[in-house]
């Protein structure tokens, strides 16, 4: 079936090493003291989820403005996706967490859309809507497992969801300027005449120098597809700049993500990103996630009856 169920999920100091036992609450208090390492990873999850805001939308802006995926195999040419998503943490007194709603506008899941609802009991697994247009239809699954691919990207469905700081070990292991510039994907002339990659962004460099701390995490799960990763971690907001993959001591493959400060968000973990990047080294694929940050629109006035399937069925090619 052309358009697959799982392939649809595409639509987040001196310690000893310690493992997180609880979810990571919407209400997470920003660190009144230096941190440990699970306070770290606890403080990266909030980030990456979003929860310094009411919601998170990724809009679209005339018939090129979008957030775009594009991904490539070497020596193989690039496939490109658009989408909107739409991310709500308003469900205050709720069994609902949080609802992600992802539409997609072009490439091979155009008219399809993915409705993510998590829930604030811990043991109760996420909730997996899909509308698939070929059908007509809505089907519902549960979650997908956590090495598998991101609609055939180098991003797996633990990368994208799945991934809670109680699946890793956490150890401090150092505090340093951030390196280097970020990485982005290189655009020949040709591809970028695509109107939707018009504006793709380059290496970012605004986060060079920034202090960051570096975070080790091992994975719990046995015979893992990597055995650790090393984030770094803005120091202030908390925001993972860049996550190292590492397999019997190699490197494997690298996210580097740019993010941003929310205007008029006093929460210093209010930040957005501008764009994810993945690089596999084994076999050199990559893939980019960039959306216009003109297009990111937080705490909007919004009701919550749009995250919903009717909302994915009445979505126009």
Known sequence: ????????????????????????????????????????????YF???????RNVSFERKGNHKI???????????LEISTL????????DKSQIKARDLVLFHSGNLIGSGMLVTTFTHEAKPPYYSTWLPALKRVRHFSEPAHDEAWSGSDLT?????????RHETHELIGQQPFPDCLGSM?????????????????????????????LKS???????????????????SFADYRT??????????????DWHVMQGVEDPRGVYWRYWYALSYGDNHETMVAVPPDLVKWNRDMDNDFWSVETMQHLRR
């Open 67 to 77: 957030t775009v995926m594009a991904t490539r195999g070497k020596g193989k040419p």
């Open 1 to 44: 079936m052309k358009h697959s169920l799982r392939t649809l999920v595409a639509l987040a100091f001196a310690c000893t090493v310690c493992t997180v036992h609880a979810g990571v609450p919407k209400d997470l208090p920003y660190p009144a003291a230096k941190p440990d390492a699970l306070e770290i990873a606890r403080q990266v």
């Open 84 to 91: 909107r998503r739409f991310l709500n943490n308003a469900y």
């Open 218 to 236: 091992t994975t719990t799960f046995r015979d893992w597809w990597y055995d650790y990763r090393i984030s770094y971690v803005d120091t202030h």
């Open 157 to 165: 469905y633990g990368d994208v969801y799945l991934r809670e700081p």
């Open 244 to 257: 190292d993959y590492y397999k019997d001591e190699k490197l494997i493959k690298r996210i580097d993500r």
């Open 186 to 214: 290189e655009l020949d002339e040709r591809e970028r005449s695509n109107r939707y990659l018009e504006q793709f962004p380059g290496p970012q460099c605004a986060h060079q120098g920034k202090e960051v701390y570096q």
């Open 47 to 53: 980030v990456n989820h979003f929860y310094s805001v």
